[in-house]
């Protein structure tokens, strides 16, 4: 027999094919679109198994939308999409506690499919999110499906959202659970929100080793896996790893996965003969139409709420290209620095630019300028550091760019595995350059602070997005144990609120840092 699975991952909340910076657009992914290829390989195929890997509820503006503006009790557009599919089974991602474990609950309360999830566990020590497995019997087959999670959400996440809650490794999860469901299976499927934290040519370190992704590890030392279903890195990958086939459909429903294995039963028991896999592109489907109808009033409501303006401009926060600005900053990062400062009383900040699609500010400013250009629900929280942690953190950022036929370039370790432009800092109230021609660890010339030189033992108070403020981003210098305070309103409605309060803005250009060979 042949059995098919078809895997998503990561699609954030985009159902409609656009990234909202122009309105109904027609980009070359999208939920409604993955469906399309979904049930055709669906009905191309007598047997066959549906996963999703996660990262389902947040990420978009309609998912913002229904979180923060609608205050709805789950993302009921998002489930109503997802259930127009038959999907099996799906797991946990990091983003799903982002608007705090009620709203999970209530979501996975309304999905079809069943979660699994392994290495989530209560303050007891049992599975908090579902069986840590299940098995399905399709024909007269056995496949068992285990699911897991990247185990860094603990280092990330605002603790509120996490609760009561244990991360443990993907590996140890994968070493207790496999074996067991080994002697229940023909079939062993591996669901695992987390990617590959190795070379998959050689075998190298890819990334910082630190349990983030496990990949590599579980398919190397974990025996009894038959297939390996990837997410979280965003990358777009089929092959095969040890003899396992693998794939990582990408985002936002660019790809789906497909895994064929061919199997015959051997002294009584199912064995694979063969395995195929592949990823699908999505971009020229037609949309799916009952996926695309069911939440297409949610749809325009978000459209016409993204439109609505909220402030002027006095000059212009635009610009042309995202590069240009990590370089040499811009009128659109000192507004968000100085949105930053003003909520958390202080003279120092960091932010990074998020998005590579949108353009700043346009004038008048409305909600898709906010969202598109701000695109993760951050929150913010107030640190106290030393002047050595500034430093050190100053270096870490200055990592980001390199030296290659005399010009500055992004250092390709924050595009390859994934893209994380993101882990780039650009700071506001202080003054410093960077010379990207120097050694890493002594880029950074002359910081200074009101004009006077950055000291080691100074202490400064900084404000940071959370996930950078307890470290995130290998920022080992912050800590939540330098927090002073955390606030609770994701960065998208600060500045919302800002703007309201403050309908006349004037476009700041001030320069305070540069970046020079």
Known sequence: ??????????????????????????????????????????????????????????????????????????????????????????????????????????????????????????ATGEPAFGKPYAIKTVGDLKVAVLGLTTQSVDAWENQASIANLKFISALEAAQKYVPEMRQKADVVVVLYHGGFERDLSNGQPNDKIDGENEAYAIMKTVPGIDVMATGHQHRALAGKLFGIPYVQPGHRGSYVGKIQLDLERVNGRYQIQKSHQKLIKTGDAKPDHATATSFRQTEAAVEKWLSLPLAHIDGSMTYTDPFEVRLHGSAFVNFIQKVQMETMGCDISAT????NEARGFENPITMRNIITNYVYPNTLSLLEISGADLKAALEKTAEYFTIKNGEIIVDPKYHHPKIRDYNY?????????IKVSNPIGNRVLNPTYHGQPVTNKMKLKIVLNTYRAVGGGHYPMYSEQKVLRYNTITMSNLIAKYLQQHPQIKADHHHNFKVIK
């Open 1 to 122: 027999m042949k059995l098919t699975i078809l895997t998503t991952s990561d699609t954030h909340g985009f159902l409609a094919p656009t990234n909202y910076v122009k309105p109904h657009a027609n980009l070359p992914f999208g939920f409604e679109k993955a469906a399309t290829i979904i049930k055709r390989e669906q009905a191309k195929s007598d047997y066959h198994l549906t996963l999703d890997d996660g990262d389902f509820l947040e990420g978009s503006p309609l998912a913002y939308y229904q979180a923060e503006v609608e205050h709805a009790p789950a993302p009921t557009a998002i489930n109503a999409a997802f259930n127009q599919v038959d999907y099996d089974f799906g797991t946990i991602g990091n983003h799903e506690f982002n608007y705090g474990q009620t709203y999970l609950q209530n979501a996975i309360q309304g999905c079809h499919r069943q979660f699994v999830s392994a290495n989530i566990l209560t």
């Open 352 to 355: 990074a630019l998020f998005s």
């Open 425 to 433: 800092d650009m700071y506001a109230g202080i003054d410093y350059t």
